[in-house]
């Protein structure tokens, strides 16, 4: 009986899974939408007012994506005085859509990787996932390793299409 070999295994890629460095956070949103007056605009006062009995507590330990579904004139304090209101509550809080957000964390993480931890590699970036990982975060990873990366390929092992190769 011939013993199995793995090949993947010796063939010195190093995969990266988006999905690995997913954060547990909980996400949240907050749609400013609901403070407008008649659907278009803030009134400073009455915003103010519905900000004071807002229940910022339940925001604890979340990612916060702050936006408005509606097209509507929103000044920038608005924004600033919500944040403002989840200070030391939130994990963080993002003004923009939940996809940007989860686009910008991505991004960041990514970002955080150690280049020299890659150096000369060959990168497989890990195709398949069960989270929602934005494509940006692709892109990203490939910008922020390509330079220092022998070669990148995305999918699985097994089954690679070549990104890059120096």
Not at 91 to 112: K, N, V
Not at 115 to 141: F, H, M, N, T, W
Request: charged share 25%.
């Amino acid at each position: 009986m011939e013993e199995i070999v793995n090949k993947v295994a010796k063939s010195g890629l190093v995969t990266i899974n988006l999905e690995e460095i997913y954060p547990a956070f909980t996400r949240s949103t907050i749609d400013i939408k609901e403070w407008l007056w008649q659907g278009l605009a803030l009134k400073e006062k009455d915003f103010r007012e519905s900000l004071k009995g807002h229940p910022w507590e339940n925001y604890r330990d979340h990612y916060v994506a702050v936006f408005c579904s509606v097209d509507a004139i929103i000044p920038h304090w608005a924004m600033m005085l919500i944040a403002s209101k989840l200070q030391g509550i939130s994990q963080r809080t993002f003004i923009g859509t939940p996809s940007e957000m989860e686009a910008d964390i991505f991004r960041s993480l990514i970002l955080s990787l150690n280049k020299e931890d890659y150096r000369d590699q060959r990168i497989v970036i890990k195709g398949c996932s069960d989270r929602p990982v934005p494509p940006s975060a692709y892109a990203d990873l490939v910008s922020h390793l390509q330079p220092v990366a022998k070669s990148i390929l995305f999918g699985e092992p097994c089954s690679t299409v070549p990104v890059f190769k120096r």
